[in-house]
């Protein structure tokens, strides 16, 4: 496989996992119990949690490198916020972590990406 089409497999990678993640929070939310608490972290995880692929869709029409890191850098900062709230979930008893735990690992590989994702985009600019 040559280099362009290994970066264009691993684009399509993080782009996918992204989307499925947003699926998976959105189902996660759909469990939290109808209360208040249960209304309030679930509106955070799903405004979060879509939010992530939405930034990393919008990056790949960037016109510019800077253009491209701020995006990533924006689904880097949600990726971490719906981090948070799954774990407020879990601490606070309001969800299992065995509801969460595969959410919440994701939540932790996809950092891990787009902080490498950034980092080698800055060192290019």
Avoid at 1 to 18: F, Q, S, T, V, Y
Avoid at 34 to 41: C, D, E, L, R, S
Avoid at 93 to 118: A, D, M, P
Wanted: glycine share 6%; charged share 30%.
């Amino acid at each position: 496989m040559e280099n362009g089409e290994l970066k264009m497999e691993k684009k399509k990678d993080i782009i996918e996992r992204a989307f499925k993640f947003g699926v998976a929070v959105i189902k996660t939310a759909d469990s939290l119990p109808k209360t208040p608490v249960g209304f309030a972290i679930a509106n955070q995880l799903v405004r979060s949690g879509t939010s992530v692929g939405a930034n990393i869709e919008e990056a790949q029409d960037g016109l510019t490198r800077k253009e491209f890191i701020r995006s990533m850098s924006i689904a880097l900062k949600e990726a971490r916020e719906t981090r948070f709230w799954l774990r407020i979930a879990v601490e606070s008893g309001t969800l299992f972590t065995k509801k969460v735990g595969t959410v919440l690992n994701e939540s932790e590989e996809l950092i891990k990406i787009l902080v490498t994702i950034v980092k080698k985009s800055k060192m290019k600019l």
